[in-house]
């Protein structure tokens, strides 16, 4: 694999992996936060690696559906880690409620990016 592939894909994990411990500590207090909950950010350094093959993938591939099912298949893992992780720590927390609304969001993401990362037309 290529290397700046990898320190991407590398830098992207500790990038959302910081920003979730942002958020969850803003939300919940840094004090409250389990030592589980910081370790689990650690997996979203090697999360990141699968779709560091996929992304460059969708983003050449013309037909859309395609396009936004691998954009959808690549957020998939560090997506759910982030969702999963900080829906945990709420005493309320629902597995279903979490699993539907990550689902949503896959697809949302998947299609959003299929617009954005388009291949350009040739001309």
Same mark, same amino acid.
């Given at each position: %694999?290529?290397?700046?592939?990898? @320190? #991407?894909?590398? &830098?992207? +994990?500790? *990038?959302?992996?910081? *920003?979730?411990?942002? /958020?969850?500590?803003?939300?919940? +207090?840094?004090?409250?936060?389990?030592?589980? /909950?910081?370790?689990?950010?650690? !997996?979203?350094?090697?999360? %990141?690696?699968?779709?560091?093959?996929? /992304?460059?993938?969708?983003?050449?591939?013309?037909?859309?559906?395609? @396009?936004?099912?691998?954009?959808? !298949?690549?957020?998939? *893992?560090?997506?759910? *880690?982030?969702?999963?992780?900080?829906?945990?720590?709420?005493?309320?927390?629902?597995?279903?409620? #979490?699993?539907?609304?990550?689902? !949503? &969001?896959?697809?949302? /993401?998947?299609?959003?990016?299929?617009?954005? @990362?388009?291949?350009?037309?040739?001309?």
């Amino acid at each position: %694999m290529n290397s700046l592939i990898l @320190r #991407t894909a590398l &830098m992207t +994990g500790v *990038v959302i992996g910081a *920003v979730n411990i942002v /958020f969850a500590g803003v939300e919940n +207090g840094f004090a409250n936060l389990p030592i589980w /909950f910081y370790l689990v950010q650690l !997996l979203l350094i090697p999360a %990141m690696i699968f779709p560091s093959r996929l /992304f460059p993938q969708a983003a050449v591939t013309k037909n859309y559906l395609q @396009r936004a099912g691998l954009y959808a !298949l690549g957020w998939a *893992v560090p997506y759910a *880690v982030y969702t999963f992780s900080s829906d945990a720590l709420s005493i309320a927390f629902d597995p279903a409620r #979490t699993l539907l609304k990550y689902l !949503l &969001m896959v697809v949302i /993401f998947g299609a959003v990016f299929a617009v954005l @990362r388009a291949p350009k037309a040739e001309k």
